[in-house]
């Protein structure tokens, strides 16, 4: 659920023009037809679904460690955006539906596609009205492994699961509408075998264990994308408290990683000291609580996943991730998180301030100058791939690019040395809290950051966001 109505605005008008879809004259008929089979985003065309828009999902989850498959339900409450005939969720991999409801009447559906769940209600759905979608199944998820985008999903473990779905993958797990712009509020209610922890987005709202089962509610009340968000099923070491400024704060710690108690306490500390040096740079956290989780995944990356980011560290047994990282997947709370991409092709929207991030956080911490970070990579010869593709659209199979990292954050330097720092660092707030828990595109934020400082920026737009190649400074 976007709250920026320019957000809502480009999504719907992407579905009225799809459908051709009129209003019907005082007193006729009112004509209802299906929803769009994906959101229109050109990178990944089968993501997201037309003619509602999620307010919240409630999934309830039972993981079965001897199978490592899951026994669940999806309870989605949402809001039709057009009349709708029939809509779509997306749902991938081998899930078996036992019940599928709509307003607590049984609905027929199909599996169509790559993850097509298309459900017709028995009756039409009027445009505004509000109505919920519960969805009973079972099985083991799928593992999405992609030739250039890597691993996601349902991602099994030596003592559970992890689920991480950027850019896809939380339709492996529960159905969705899985695109950043139709964001929502979640509940998560996980159980497992007594003795294995589960841990998922957002505040711990109760524990209990009956008949050799304990259960975890989990529920985040801010708006989400769903490639944010997660949930983690094993044995882990768990540290709670507050930072500083009194932000609640979880970080766990697989005990297969072997990492130390005064290592986890470490982990724990540093990821409350940068959510503190970030909130004073970007504005107030705009989540309920912090944290972070090291798993045992095998997928060897991090994630920014929303409120509690996953780190996995390959075979690095013993080690907890580097400040460096913290202020990394930290700082996407402002940046990808509580303002997400418009499109994927945004994406160096979250990376470039990401890695810028790393920079900032290298000066506080070891000293480091920004424009040494910065010269370090700028270094790299025009020759070198780094320069090649156009950072506001890497194109699909780029989005984890250098140059969206790399160069994006380079960008986003040059930008601070054409505006001066007093107008960068009043960006550096005004922008999150402008978008806050919507989305934004990559003209939007050159439109913003040129109406803050009053400077003209196409020059710098088209050499660092539209072009190849390596810009002269």
Known sequence: MSRTPRALAAVTLAVTAALAVSAAPAGATARFTPG?????????????????????????L??????????????????????????????????????????????????????????????????????????????????????????????????GAVMVNQPFGAATVFPVNDHPTDKATYTFTLSAPQGLTTLSNGDLRGTWTRNGWTTTRWVMRHPMASELSMLAIGKYDVLTGRTADGTPNLTATDHAMAIKPDDAEKFHRQTA????????????????????????????????????????LGSRLGRIPSEALLAHELGHQWFGDSVSPERWADIWLNEGFATYSEWLYAEESAGTPVQESFDAVYATPASDGLWNGVVSDPGRDHIFDGLVYDRGAMAVHVLRTIIGDGAFYRLLKAWPAEYRYGNASTEDFVRFAAELSGKNLDEWADAWLYSEGKPAL
């Open 62 to 159: 039972k993981y079965d460690p001897d199978t490592k498959g899951i026994r669940a339900v999806t309870k989605i409450k949402a809001r039709a955006t057009q009349n709708l005939s029939r809509f779509n969720l997306d749902f991938l991999g081998p899930l078996t539906i036992s019940s599928l409801k709509v307003d607590g009447q049984r609905a027929s559906y199909e599996r169509t596609g790559a993850q097509e769940l298309v459900i017709t209600p028995p009756k039409g759905l009027r445009k505004h009205r509000h109505f919920t979608v519960t969805v009973a199944y079972s099985g083991v998820p799928q593992t999405v492994n992609d030739a250039t985008l890597g691993t996601s999903g349902w991602v099994p473990t030596p003592d």
């Open 36 to 60: 769009a089979p994906g959101a229109g985003d050109p990178y990944f065309p089968d993501m997201g679904n037309g003619g509602y828009d999620v307010a919240h999902y409630d999934i309830g």
């Open 273 to 312: 000291e940068v959510t503190d040096f970030q909130s004073a740079l970007y504005g107030r956290y705009p989540f309920t609580s912090t944290g972070g989780i090291v798993v045992n995944g095998g997928f060897r990356y991090a994630l920014e996943t929303q409120g509690r980011p996953v780190y996995d």
